[in-house]
């Protein structure tokens, strides 16, 4: 049974429309992340189903109860923001206590849910301390810990790792979804960070212009992207992309550009004509890297000229040329080429993606 149901939900700024034809269940105790860039919509459905926004449109379903017109305070909702919105006056334990003490919950129980609160986010020994004793980190912590004991139907999780530095991100993440999954309560968490997406998200929904671009699991947006946008938007690095088309040659399909062939296996050639303009999507770890100019490339490779080297550790960037195209290989090999070497590039042919002059997969 879905704990959250959107139901052709619009919205509109007078003549702008931000969001448009929403429609999407959310399980009860999922994970749900809604990714997408500046603009795609993600921050206003989260605010819409928090009550902070109305709809101009559809209907909000919270567990098989209309909230679409409830005001936020009886909706079952706790949300926690990018900026904490913690009281700096307040120590942790008020900051933790003061929606419960609002809402006039009997002392005892208040305590026993701080208690849990801190025992469960590792607050114990900040309890009696100011915000501005505690780090980023702890301060996030704080802020999920106010979510969670009012113990509500809904957790909302509106970009609340943006101010934390790369390292107490991943940190935090790791956290979130050790937490979701121990209480298992329903949420839904916006992002504009496909990684946070990848890792957190039992599903996830890639929204662009107010639209759903597709809704999957995070191996699925992967490996089996819906259109153009998708294929660039998931994946780090990001995908590559070549314009050319689709040529017959001796019963073979072939993808032809300036500078880059790839013949393509028959199930992914299947259904698309000769002389077609297509796309060709390669992800950076789907090509690899061999030293050595070669004038007389294999069906599957590509012969390019180095232009950068990002050496990264156990991985990797390699940017090069072939013809006019810039294109990334993701690698792990110890011997790395140089800038300026001629090397030729091998195609996993079996994983490239074709897409149309729409931006739909063909």
Do not use: C
Not at 57 to 81: C, H, K, N, S, Y
Not at 82 to 98: I, K, W
Not at 100 to 128: F, S, T, Y
Request: charged share 25%.
């Amino acid at each position: 049974m879905p704990s959250v149901h959107f139901d052709h939900v619009s919205k509109r700024f007078g003549a702008t429309t931000v969001v448009e034809d929403f429609n999407l269940e959310v399980a009860d105790g999922e994970l749900l992340v809604l990714v997408g860039g500046s603009g795609s919509g993600k921050t206003t459905i989260l605010r819409m189903l928090a009550g902070l926004e109305e709809v101009t449109e559809g209907m909000i379903r919270i567990d098989q109860r209309d909230v679409t017109a409830l005001p936020p305070r009886e909706r079952d909702v706790a949300m926690v923001f990018q900026d904490y919105g913690l009281y700096p006056h307040m120590t942790v334990r008020e900051n933790l206590s003061l929606g419960l003490r609002l809402r006039k919950v009997a002392r005892k129980e208040i305590d026993r849910r701080v208690a849990w609160a801190g025992d469960m986010l590792r607050l114990e020994p900040l309890l009696d301390r100011k915000p501005k004793q505690l780090s980023g980190g702890q301060q996030q912590r704080v802020a999920m810990g106010r979510a969670m004991v009012r113990e509500p139907l809904v957790f909302l999780f509106d970009e609340p790792l943006s101010n934390l530095d790369a390292g107490l991100r991943a940190q935090m993440r790791i956290e979130i979804g050790g937490l979701q999954r121990r209480l298992k309560t329903t949420t839904v968490y916006v992002t504009h960070d496909q990684v946070e997406a990848m890792t957190l998200g039992d599903r996830i929904v890639v929204l662009a212009d107010g639209r759903i671009q597709q809704v999957g699991k995070p191996i699925e947006l992967y490996r089996a992207p819906v259109n153009r946008f998708v294929a660039g938007f998931i994946g780090t690095p990001p995908m590559n992309f070549v314009d050319g088309q689709l040529l017959r040659e001796d019963g073979s399909t072939v993808f032809a550009a300036e500078g880059v062939r790839v013949q393509l296996p028959h199930e992914i050639a299947d259904g698309t004509g000769s002389s077609e303009v297509v796309t060709l999507g390669i992800r950076p770890e789907d090509l690899t890297v061999d030293s050595g100019d070669s004038t007389d490339a294999p069906a599957d490779s590509i012969p390019g000229r180095v232009v950068l080297v990002e050496r990264l550790g156990g991985t990797s960037h390699v940017h090069f040329d072939a013809g006019p195209h810039r294109l990334l290989a993701s690698v792990s090999n110890d011997r790395l080429p140089e800038v300026g070497d001629s090397i030729t590039v091998r195609v996993r042919a079996e994983r490239v993606h074709l897409f149309g002059g729409d931006g739909r997969k063909t």
